[in-house]
């Protein structure tokens, strides 16, 4: 079994360098845009003091926050399929809590509201 893991990863390896070699060499008939260094979307070429938008990073920031939260449910949600206790129902109810509070707090500041009326 080790013998077939190890030419499996070896073949795998080799085929990968393979088409990496084989495709980076590739030309492309506009290189120099590809060349360029991605700036967020701004042109690099241009006035480097140009306005950020505070409201797209506080909204990307809130994003980020929030997604973290979601994905420490997935393991908490999986336990509930084997074993149901009391205080892991109590921990997740006040965790919900906090994400929810934090959620409609910032939705009360307008931090989620992209146009501002």
């Known amino acids: 079994m080790l013998i077939l893991t190890t ?12 088409v990496y070699y084989m495709t980076n060499y590739l030309t492309y008939s506009n290189s120099s845009e590809k060349q360029t260094p991605f700036e967020c979307g701004f042109d690099p070429l241009s006035k480097m003091r140009s306005p950020f938008s505070t409201r ?22 999986s336990m509930f399929s084997v074993k149901v206790s009391f205080l892991m129902s109590m921990a997740l109810f006040i965790f919900l809590i906090v994400l929810l509070f934090g959620m409609f707090h910032e939705w009360n500041e307008g931090a989620l509201d992209w146009f501002s009326n």
């Not at 797209?56 to 393991?75: N, Y």
Request: aromatic share 18%.
């Open 56 to 77: 797209f990073f506080l909204l990307v920031v809130l994003f980020l926050i929030f997604d973290v939260e979601i994905a420490l449910l997935f393991p908490v949600l």
């Open 7 to 18: 030419t499996f990863a070896i073949t795998l390896c080799l085929i990968l360098l393979l």
